[in-house]
C-alpha cells in the first residue's frame, strides 16, 4: 500500500488529534498486547504532583505582596492576584515552548513529544514572578532549542531544559533574577504604582547573611514553621515544603520520580550542612537548608527528571547524593551565589553519565571475573 | 531439593481466556504443513516434490549447509503443494493427509552413546527441536554443548498447562533425557510440586517467580550463565516427549494438546492435534481477530488461515485494537485497560483479568521511562544498556552487557510496559542478527 503524503501541518493535527482520542495504532512486531501507560500519562502525572505547589505558589504571591506593602488583602484576593500574575508566565511558557516543539517535531517529521507538559509547567514556578514576559520567553526559547531540539527532543537531552532555561535568565539578566527586591510582586497591582520596591530578601540570603536567631530558631523575621509552611518570598513554586511533599507523594507513589534519587539528595544536603555547622561555615542547623530556597523543589522535582538523571539504580543513590552536597556547598562556601540548587543538578546532569558509566563498568567487570572463576 | 531459585522481578500479564484443562476436540486434519520459516537458522533445501508420497517421520525438506539436518513431515500422506514466497522463499510443503497413518520405524532402542542419540535426532528430524544458545537458533552438529536446559513450565500468558499437557508422557520425557544426557549434563527446572520433579538423570531446579521466571533463557541466566565460546542447548518438554516417544516406540508422534486461549476465543480448551494443523481447523476466527501461534508477548501472527507452527502449544486471539479511545491517557480511573504501572489503579484490581487488545495505547517516543525495564527483568544484566547497544550495533558493548544470555522473548515483559512503545524484541533480534553474522 503506498504511504499516504501527509500534509506539512500532520505532527500538530497527530498532536491534538492524539491528546484527545488514544490512537488506533495496533502492535505490529513484538509483544502482541500493550500496557496501558503511556508517556502523556507519565508526564501528566508530574503536572499532577506540581499542581499543590503551584496553588500554594499562587496564594503566597498574593500573601507576600500584602504582607510586605502593607495591603491587607483577604485570602481569595491574595490567591487571585497570584493566579492572575502567574497566568501569563504559563501562557507564555507554553506559547513558546510548545510552538518550538511543534515546528521541531515537524522538522523531524515525529510525533510531538510530551516533554514540554512538564517543562512548561515548571519554568514559571521557579522564577521570579515579575520576571518580564519578553526575558521568560527568550528564555523558554533558549532552553528548549538548544538544549532540548537540537539534541533530538524529549529523551535525548542532557540538561533538564526548565533549569537551563532558569540558568539563562539567571546569567543573562542577573538584576531580574536575583538580589532581595525581585521575589515579591508589585507589578499588577495600582495601588503600588509608585511605590518604590521594598526589599524582602528570602530566608535563604538572610541566613547568608548571617541573621540567624539560634534562641527562637528564626531567620530574620521567618520562623522555622513559616518555611515548612511556605510564608516566605522565593520562587512560585519553591516555598511550600508541604506542597512540595504532596507532590512528592504521588511522584514516588505513581513511580514517575525516583526515590532514592529524592532520599540521597537530601541526605547529601543534611551531611553537608551538619559539616558546615561543624566548620563554622553557618550557624544554622543542618534542616534548615532543607526548608530554605529550591532546595526540596529541586531535589523532588527537578533532579528527579528520568532523562537527565542518573539511569542505573546505583548511580541514582549517587547521582542524588552529590546534587544534594553540592547545593549545600555552593549555599555555605560560595559569596556571592546563596542558591546553589540549580547549579548542583545540572553539574550532576552533565556527571550523570559518568556516574552511569562508572555503575555499569564496575558490573560488567564483576561479571566477568564471575565467568571466569565459573 | 538444593537448587532453588526464586525469582522476584517479572510480571504476569492478567489476560482474559486461559484454557480450561479439558480436551475440546480432537483435529485430523486434511492437509498438514511443515514449515521451515519455524526454524531459525535453517537455509531449507527441498527433499519432495509435489505428488510424492511421504510417512509420518520421512525427510520432507533438508539445511542446505548440513544436509544431515532433516525436517520431517508429521504425518502420512501424498505432498499436496510447495508454497513459495517472495524470491522463490520456501514458506511451506503441504501435505495431504492419509486416512491410515504410516509411521517410518526409527527402532525403539535406547541410544547407548552420544553418537547414537545424535544419529536418531537427525533421522527423525527432531534435531531442529534444539535450540543453541547463545542467539537461539538451530543447533550445530558439530558443537557440543555444555548442558542442555528444559524448562517444564510456561509462565508466559496463558500458556498451555505443561502438567496437563503432559503429565501422561513422564516415561517419555524420561527417555528423552536420558538420550540428551548422552551429550552433556541435563537441567531440568520445574515449579513446586511439580510432576516433573520425578524425572532421574538429570540436575533439578525449582523455579518460582512471576514471568518471565518459565523461560528457559532466565533460568540459565541465575543456573550458569552463557560466556562467550560457551554452547549450550535447550528443547522445549514437548519435544523432549516427542524425542522420548521415538525412543520408546520408535515412531515419530508429534500430536499434541494445544491451548486455545485468549479473549477472542469462542471456546477456550486443549485441542489436539500435530504441528501444521491449519488454524481454522482448529479453532474459528471471527472477523478481527489477530491469531497468535505462541503467547501474546512472543508469539508469531499466523492468520485465519495460517499453520500451528512445530514449537507451539498455545493459540491466542486477540482482538485488532483499532478503536480509538476518547481521553484514554487522561481518564483517572481506566477499568477497561490494564496497566503494571501505578499511574492507573489497576493495583487495586489484582485478581481482575482483562480483554487485552493489540492496541498499543500510545505512540512511539525516545526512551524516557527506564526502570520499568529492570522491573521486569530478572537477569543479571543492564536492559536498557543492551537495548542501546543493539540499536548502536555495537558489538563489543553487546557482548559486554549480555546478549549471549538473552533472547528477544526473556526481554518480551520491556516490550509490554515500556511507556515509549519501544519494539524491544525487535531491537534485541536485529542485534543478535548482526552477532551471528558479525562472529560468524
Known sequence: ?374 | MSNNLALKKGLDVPIKGAAKPEVIKTVSPDIVAVKPTDIHGLVPRLLVKEGDAVKAGSPVMADKQRPEILLTSPVSGTVQQIVRGEKRKLLAVLVKADAKQDYVDFGAKAPASAAETKDLLLKSGLWVSLIQRPYGVMASPELTPKAIFVSSFSTAPLAADSEFVLANALKDIQAGIDALAKFAPVHVSVRKGSCFAQVKNATLHEVSGPHPAGNVGVQISHIAPIQKGETVWTISLLLLAALGHVVNTGKLELTRKVAVTGPKAEKTGYVECLPGTPVKDITSVAEGVRVVGGDALSGECLGADGFIGLFDNQLTLLKEGVEREWFGWAKVFRPSVFSSSWCYFSWLTPKKKYNMDTNLHGGPRAFVETKCFEDVTPMDIFPIYLIKACLAGDIEKMEKFGIYEVLPEDLALCDFVDPSKNEIQAIIQKGIDLMIKEMA
Open chain 1, 1 to 374: 500500500m503506498a504511504e499516504e503524503k501527509k500534509p506539512w501541518w500532520h505532527s500538530t493535527y497527530d498532536a491534538f488529534d492524539t491528546f484527545l482520542r488514544v490512537p488506533g495504532t495496533v502492535t505490529r512486531k513484538g509483544a502482541h498486547v500493550r500496557d496501558g501507560i503511556d508517556l502523556k500519562r507519565v508526564m501528566i502525572m508530574v503536572v499532577v504532583a506540581l499542581v499543590p505547589a503551584a496553588l500554594f505558589g499562587m496564594y503566597n504571591v498574593g500573601l507576600q505582596t500584602s504582607t510586605v506593602y502593607g495591603l491587607e488583602w483577604g485570602f481569595w484576593q491574595m490567591f487571585f492576584y497570584g493566579l492572575l500574575r502567574m497566568l501569563p508566565l504559563f501562557v507564555v511558557s507554553y506559547a513558546v515552548g510548545l510552538a518550538i516543539e511543534f515546528a521541531s517535531a515537524q522538522i523531524r517529521d515525529e510525533e510531538v513529544n510530551e516533554g514540554y507538559l512538564v517543562t512548561g509547567f515548571l519554568i514559571p514556578l521557579i522564577v521570579p514572578v515579575d520576571v518580564p514576559l519578553w526575558m521568560l520567553a527568550l528564555a523558554v526559547a533558549f532552553s528548549v532549542l538548544f538544549v532540548k531540539e537540537v539534541f533530538g527532543g524529549t529523551g535525548m537531552n542532557i540538561w533538564n531544559p526548565a533549569l537551563v532555561a532558569r540558568a539563562f535568565l539567571f546569567f543573562s539578566y542577573p538584576s531580574s533574577m536575583s538580589g532581595s527586591s525581585v521575589w515579591v510582586s508589585k507589578t499588577w497591582v495600582p495601588a503600588l504604582k509608585d511605590v518604590d520596591a521594598i526589599s524582602a530578601a528570602t530566608p535563604l540570603a538572610i541566613a547568608h547573611d548571617g541573621a540567624f536567631d539560634a534562641a527562637t530558631g528564626a531567620v530574620g523575621q521567618y520562623s522555622f514553621m513559616d518555611m515548612v509552611w511556605g510564608f516566605i518570598p522565593g520562587s512560585t513554586g519553591e516555598t511550600s515544603v508541604i506542597a512540595i511533599l504532596l507532590g512528592g507523594i504521588l511522584l514516588v507513589w505513581s513511580g514517575v520520580a525516583s526515590w532514592k534519587i529524592m532520599v540521597s539528595s537530601v541526605a547529601g544536603g543534611l551531611l553537608v550542612g551538619w559539616l558546615g555547622q561543624l566548620a563554622g561555615a553557618t550557624a544554622v542547623p543542618c534542616y534548615y537548608q532543607l526548608v530554605m530556597g529550591g532546595f526540596l523543589f529541586g531535589s523532588i522535582f527537578m533532579a528527579t527528571d528520568p532523562v537527565t538523571a542518573a539511569q542505573t539504580e546505583t548511580g541514582k543513590w549517587i547521582y542524588g547524593f552529590l546534587v544534594g552536597a553540592l547545593a549545600v556547598v555552593v549555599r555555605l562556601w560560595n559569596p556571592g551565589y546563596m542558591e546553589g540548587m540549580m547549579l548542583a543538578i545540572l553539574l550532576m546532569n552533565t556527571f550523570a553519565p559518568l556516574i552511569d558509566h562508572c555503575v555499569v563498568s564496575v558490573h560488567t567487570s564483576r561479571r566477568a571475573k564471575k565467568a571466569v572463576n565459573a
